[in-house]
């Protein structure tokens, strides 16, 4: 071990290090914005802060700050060079406008949520179906890194075949060299939604807000294993029997099941 780290020119006492994770009270601050977020996704940092206090929580803002980048939550609203794209070859065009969205696998809608747990938190990646709203692919993650989201849809295809189109944000993990490789690999069509704007991946944004209120916030995990099977759980049942207004209130999987 001496010798493997001489050759590496690292000192031995950083691999004993663990760094510590969030306090209690940090976990307890991130609970209390996400659900703030959920219903003003347009509340920055100074909204945040005022929302906190509120609440008896005094708070300065570069935690806040820090805490919000780290559940990978941004406000939207109007920024400066709206016209302005980040890497061409990676940022694509929406494609849902004026769609008219009638078959199964034709459009799947794809994000990345923060899940708040007991003793910390994990990265939620969900694929929903557009037109049946059945879940084809989830996963959870200890970090926001391209190659978790990436499995997460490999593994949806192997199960229920290929979209036509693809819908997802701008985020990192889907305006990356291996994520769009895959798709044009696979003949698939890149959507994204244009930059601040919440409404253009409103089919996931819903059941996001759904699935917290439901299940996360009123069953908080203790672990990753835990919160794994209470998400599974919910997902099947989400699946193959609750009901959902956006498709006349019948159950996602009796629209699904159609699809070849």
Not at 23 to 32: E, G, I
Not at 193 to 205: L, M, P, Q, T, W
Request: charged share 20%; proline share 3%; net charge positive.
């Amino acid at each position: 071990m001496r010798r493997q780290c001489e050759l590496l020119s690292i000192n031995r006492s950083s691999l004993y290090y663990k760094p510590l994770g969030e306090t209690a009270y940090n976990l307890q601050l991130m609970r209390l914005m996400d659900e703030h977020y959920l219903k003003h996704p347009s509340a920055g940092v100074i909204t945040m802060q005022d929302h906190l206090r509120n609440l008896n929580h005094w708070v300065n803002i570069k935690r806040i700050r820090r805490l919000l980048r780290l559940m990978g939550l941004m406000a939207i609203y109007p920024k400066r060079n709206l016209s302005r794209l980040g890497f061409k070859q990676f940022v694509h065009p929406y494609l849902l406008k004026n769609l008219i969205i009638d078959r199964p696998n034709q459009v799947w809608a794809i994000d990345i949520t923060y899940i708040p747990m007991k003793g910390g938190f994990m990265y939620l990646t969900v694929i929903l179906d557009v037109y049946s709203r059945f879940v084809v692919g989830w996963g959870i993650s200890n970090t926001l890194e391209a190659n978790a989201t990436l499995e997460v849809l490999k593994a949806a295809i192997r199960q229920y075949g290929k979209p036509e189109i693809i819908n997802s944000d701008q985020g990192c993990q889907f305006t990356c060299k291996d994520w769009v490789d895959f798709l044009n690999g696979q003949s698939i069509k890149i959507s994204m939604d244009g930059k601040g704007r919440a409404i253009d991946n409103i089919y996931i944004e819903r059941f996001f807000r759904t699935l917290k209120r439901e299940h996360v916030y009123l069953n908080p995990a203790k672990d990753g294993l835990e919160l794994y099977t209470g998400l599974e759980e919910y997902f099947h049942y989400y699946n193959n029997q609750r009901t959902h207004q956006g498709i006349n209130r019948r159950v996602p999987v009796t629209l699904y099941q159609i699809a070849a």
